[in-house]
């Protein structure tokens, strides 16, 4: 049987504790099931056993990463006998390291990441990498300690830099709560007869394509790339696209689409070009699936772009 874990992330006193608290008083969300809730950092707030609707909770603390094993996770899910999982993750530990280590039965319901709208700023400034990392896979995130009249157009612009789909709540100090209404304009015309992508764009137009490919379908592209070339590839086949930092110089990665051409084998490797083609998705043994295949109808050579990789921000 599969054990659900509702996963709780974010940084040193941005409100976690004080949000499994409220779950776990809620008659509607504790009716019965035993429930484990792993705490991998402790802020001003603890945990009230007393409050909670019902006498069906285990607390374990975990003061160091190391402690936080499979076997350990898998013992204490045991003497539980718990139905189901909520962790609170320590914001200074990488999401990978938790991934890694869940027990295989361990699923992941609900991801939220609570963030202090008060400090996140300064965190964003210092360490980036770990606010990335968090953003990079919550399903919601909640902004705490939001001020009524705070702008909240650079709350919103943090995640969707990061994420496009994750769901976004300003909790405010007043005590009421909001979600985020504020609207995602792509910055090109993605109906327009040719749909151009300035070079500041890329890492958006593709994340938008992998994430969306059916609004793409049978549209017309045209961007400058920087292209891969070689015998391997099928004579028709090139690849064009940029280099693109999530966060830091550790994750850049080559993300780039099948371009299929007649012409394909002229293009240079790793040379930079100006791609414009219909967009389709098809199966490409590049790929080894579906995914978004330009059939080429011009290219050109170009010169490269003054920042050649991509970036969200």
């Known amino acids: 049987m599969m054990l659900p874990v509702f996963l709780f992330t974010g940084f040193l ?11 776990l008083e809620d008659p509607g969300f504790n009716e019965g099931q035993r429930t484990l809730v792993i705490l991998c950092e402790e802020g001003e707030e603890e945990l009230d056993p007393k409050r909670f609707s019902i006498n069906n909770v285990t607390i374990q603390k975990v ?3 190391s402690d936080l094993t499979q076997g350990n996770m898998i013992l204490w899910g045991r003497k539980a006998a718990a139905s189901r999982i909520m962790i609170e993750y320590n914001g200074m530990w990488q999401m990978n390291d938790l991934f890694d280590r869940l027990p295989e039965n361990w699923g992941i319901a609900q991801e939220t990441m609570m963030v202090d709208a008060s400090t996140i700023s300064a ?6 990498q770990l606010v990335v ?31 496009r789909g994750a769901q976004i709540v300003y909790d405010l100090t007043d005590g009421t709560s909001e979600e985020d209404d504020i609207e995602d304009p792509l910055p090109f015309d993605i109906n327009a007869d040719v749909i151009e992508i300035a070079d500041r764009d890329y890492a958006l137009f593709y994340r938008d394509l992998v994430d969306s490919p059916a609004k793409y379908e049978g549209k ?5 790339g920087l292209c891969a070339n070689n015998m391997r590839m099928p004579k028709d086949t090139f690849l064009a696209g940029r280099h693109i930092m999530t966060c ?9 689409l099948v371009c299929k051409w007649d012409r394909a084998k002229s293009v240079k490797h790793k040379g930079w070009g100006v791609v414009e083609g219909r967009i389709n998705e098809k199966f490409s043994n590049i790929y080894g699936k579906k995914g978004p295949v330009i059939t080429v109808h011009s290219f050109d050579t170009a010169s490269e772009p ?8």
């Not at 017309?220 to 400058?224: A, D, I, L, P």
């Not at 830091?248 to 780039?256: L, R, S």
């Open 306 to 313: 003054e920042q050649p990789v991509a970036t969200f921000y």
């Open 133 to 163: 990392d968090k953003l990079n896979t919550a399903e919601l995130v909640i902004f705490t300690r939001v001020e009524p009249e705070q702008d909240r157009m650079e709350l919103h612009k943090l995640v969707r830099g990061i994420s």
């Open 220 to 224: 017309t592209v045209r961007y400058k």
């Open 13 to 23: 006193d941005a409100g976690k504790t004080t949000f499994l608290q409220s779950m």
């Open 248 to 256: 830091c110089e550790a994750d850049i990665a080559y993300c780039p």
């Open 63 to 65: 003061e160091n990463q």
């Open 123 to 128: 965190y964003n400034a210092n360490m980036r």
